[in-house]
């Protein structure tokens, strides 16, 4: 069971329903948003799914991504094979090795919550990119505490033709308009498969044909969860939450990028399937007029 996130009459409401069905019944008005479920250092979003319920979800309903004002932020190299990809854009330097084996993990703020794209929504590649990639994740939901309640699918979209030119230019890779999707609900941790049995798989489709696919075990990843969230935590505070995205190993080959009207569908077993088509953010490099776009033909 999930918890989801409603626009109804141009209002916020709560409900529950299974994570791969959708939302079937709202939640009292009286939780507000996910805010209030956060806020506690207590166990907030069990007691939100746990609650009476007040009605059936009416027609018409929106899915709204799973997150409020809570900040997103993201893990960096956590899989080998994000180190060999960080390292082939950028090109003889190979510090990611040193990134990958450090006992700190990277660790970067990737979007805001109200910039976040939910189900359906556009997710954006960069005018000035020549190479854009989703990053499909499993994402973290953390209580003010700091506690690990529960996961969401996540999609942490990013130029690496940007961050490959310049490492310090990470922060133009990975925050711009469109480029972090959430969805479908938040899953507990304890209604959710364990932890060595999460499969993430991505789906990409170019004019209805599947053009990209993949599938990793959440097990490969380097990190624990629960240490990534210690790191995130120890210097920081975060009032009503936060969510944090794990890293990722599902990435195209070198000649792949994303292009506009795309659709990038992420799923995770027992936490849903987050599906986003694809648009052009931003304004054009004139420099880069002339250059050929990775995936397109010379």
């Known amino acids: 069971m999930g918890l989801w996130r409603l626009g109804i009459d141009g209002r916020v409401r709560l409900a529950r329903g299974p994570a791969e069905s959708g939302p079937v019944e709202l939640l009292p008005e009286s939780l507000g948003d996910l805010e209030s479920v956060l806020a506690s250092e207590h166990d907030g979003l069990r007691e939100a799914l746990d609650a009476p319920g007040a009605g059936p979800v009416p027609p018409g309903a929106s899915i709204l991504a799973p997150v409020a004002s809570q900040d997103v932020w993201a893990a960096g190299v956590t899989y080998s094979r994000s180190r060999d990809a960080r390292n082939e854009e950028s090109g003889e330097v190979h510090f990611y090795d040193l990134v990958y084996e450090a006992r700190r993990p990277e660790l970067f703020f990737k ?6 794209r939910g189900p359906g ?7 000035d990119s020549t190479w854009d990639v989703p990053e499909p994740e499993l994402g973290l939901v953390a209580n003010a505490a700091g506690r690990l309640l529960g996961y969401v699918v996540g999609n942490d979209v990013s130029s690496r ?8 230019y990470l922060p133009q890779a990975k925050c711009y308009t469109g480029s972090c999707s959430l969805g479908p609900c938040i899953v507990p941790v304890d209604d959710a498969p364990p932890l060595a049995d999460l499969q993430i798989r991505v789906l990409i489709r170019r004019a ?3 053009i990209f696919e993949g599938t990793v075990a959440v097990a490969d990843m380097r990190r624990r969860p ?11 505070d975060f009032p009503v939450g936060a969510v944090l995205l794990t890293g990722t190993a599902l990435i195209p080959p070198s000649e792949f990028a994303l292009q ?19 648009e052009l953010v931003g304004r054009p490099d004139p420099e880069l007029a002339t250059a050929t776009p990775v995936g397109q033909p010379g």
Do not use: C, H, K, Y
């Not at 929504?121 to 005018?127: K, L, N």
């Not at 629960?226 to 920081?236: H, K, N, P, Q, V």
């Open 111 to 116: 979007s805001s919550g109200p910039r976040v």
């Open 161 to 168: 033709s940007i961050e490959g030119e310049n490492p310090l």
């Open 226 to 236: 629960t240490e990534l969230l210690d790191w995130l935590f120890r210097a920081m």
């Open 121 to 127: 929504q556009p997710v954006g590649v960069r005018a």
């Open 260 to 278: 506009p009207q795309d659709e990038v569908a992420i799923s995770i077993n027992g936490l849903g399937t987050l599906r986003n088509p694809v």
């Open 208 to 210: 209805g044909s599947a």
